[in-house]
């Protein structure tokens, strides 16, 4: 039966993780994959998620299947995380605890081809590369709005806008909150009024999709992007990952959150999301629910847990700066503050592929072909060897 399957790609990201491992250079940077790492190098565990385990591990508990749309604690904190805690808009809110971010996604995208069948889908240009990857293979024909524009260094925001515009009713918009992934720039208030205007004037579906949450500006600046579509009396789709803001990347604790006109639509979109899920996977795992349950529900695990969010966002924004200094330092003279205009755990470098795998093979710096590096994962040991790398391909 399988004689004839053909070797697969690597995926483009975790591949390169693959490589990294096998390289000898002692000074060798991982800048590939979007993983925070500490001023160590090393992988956090944050002090307030292993004080949750502890508290879970000290009741033991078993392990039941979990309803299909997941733990009712863990789903409730997410509503209150993302649309605010007491915001009047949770009644009208259907939430799946989900596998990470990723299975948010692809449950809402499952999900939506029975509301707007034949509907497109439409990324930013670029987007994170499992976007197409996902809702191509949940069968949807997928193309992009214009988003970065590479010789400005900036958001082609007029661009994007006509894209939306001339969109046709129904279109899936996959918009991200935060952090762009990968280019680091996000709209400005203004310009996502614009945004809102077209979603609600063109009729179509925003699909909001918040990886990073708490990393540009904090939790409540970062969700205000949500907040204001659910304010627009929008219906639209939302998606979570924990996976970077908990460090819980393993644990897969992401949800799908969509916002509807009512609670009674509420109920009826929540009773079609669980045979969603039944069919996928049947309901979701526990420890990392619970993990996320224990801290967001006690208030002084959860002021614990704001604090070391904001350790890790501060963090990335002293590297951005350090990564300036490094450069100039190194002799680039060009500008480079685009560095710390953007936001998030990457930066979008400029860096043509040929410059990449230069990086890589002369330097082992390894970041993505198309120039995305990511910043979390820069620190005191690796910087200047990251900068002088960059400055000899510039
Ligand atoms: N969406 C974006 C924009 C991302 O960058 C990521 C990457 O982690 C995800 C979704 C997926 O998140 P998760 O790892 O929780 O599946
Ligand atoms: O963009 C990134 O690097 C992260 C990590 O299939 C990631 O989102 C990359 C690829 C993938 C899953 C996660």
């Not at 915001?87 to 692809?106: D, H, K, N």
Request: include cysteine; glycine fraction near 8%.
């Amino acid at each position: 039966w399988f004689s004839t399957v053909e070797m697969a790609p690597a995926d483009p990201i975790l591949g390169l993780t693959e490589k990294f491992k096998a390289d000898t250079n002692p000074d060798k940077a991982n800048l590939g994959v979007g993983v925070y790492q500490d001023a160590n190098g090393k992988l956090p565990l944050l002090p307030s998620v292993a004080e949750a385990e502890r508290r879970v591990a000290s009741v033991p508990q078993p392990k039941p299947y979990l309803p299909i749309d997941g733990l009712p604690a863990y789903n409730q904190a997410v509503k209150e995380l993302v649309f605010g805690a007491g915001s009047p808009v949770i009644e009208r809110v259907a939430t799946v605890q989900a596998l990470g971010g990723t299975g948010a996604l692809r449950v809402g995208a499952e999900f939506l081809k029975s509301v707007v069948p034949g509907a497109k889908v439409l990324l930013s240009d670029p987007s994170w590369e499992n976007h197409r990857a996902l809702f191509t293979a949940a069968g949807y024909e997928v193309e992009s709005y214009r988003y970065y524009d590479a010789a400005a260094r900036d958001i082609d925001f007029a661009g994007m806008v006509e894209d939306l515009r001339s969109a046709e009713r129904g279109t899936i918009v996959v918009l991200h909150a935060c952090c762009h992934n990968p280019t680091g720039y996000d709209l400005d208030d203004e310009q996502w009024g614009q945004v809102i205007e077209a979603v609600k004037e063109r009729e179509l579906v925003a699909f909001i999709d918040m990886a990073y949450q708490g990393f540009a500006e904090g939790l409540d600046e970062d969700g205000r992007v949500v907040r204001r579509f659910a304010d627009a009396g929008l219906q639209f789709v939302c998606s979570t990952s924990f996976s970077k803001s908990f460090a819980l990347y393993g644990e897969r604790d992401g949800a799908l959150s969509i916002v509807c006109a009512d609670a009674d639509e509420a109920k009826r979109v929540l009773s079609q999301l669980k045979p969603v899920v039944r069919t996928l996977y049947s309901n979701p795992p526990t420890h990392g629910a619970r993990l996320v349950a224990t801290v967001l529900g006690d208030p002084e695990l959860r002021a614990q847990w704001e604090t070391e969010l904001g350790e890790m966002r501060d963090r990335i924004k002293e590297m951005r700066a350090a990564l300036v200094e490094g450069l100039q330092a190194a002799g680039i003279t060009d500008d480079v503050s685009f560095i710390t205009d953007q936001v998030g755990m990457f930066s979008y470098s400029g860096l043509t592929k040929d410059q990449m795998v230069r990086l890589r093979e002369e330097f082992a710096v390894y970041g993505t072909d198309k120039g995305r590096i990511c910043v979390a994962a820069l620190n005191p040991n690796n910087i200047a060897h990251v900068a002088k790398a960059i400055a000899a391909v510039w």
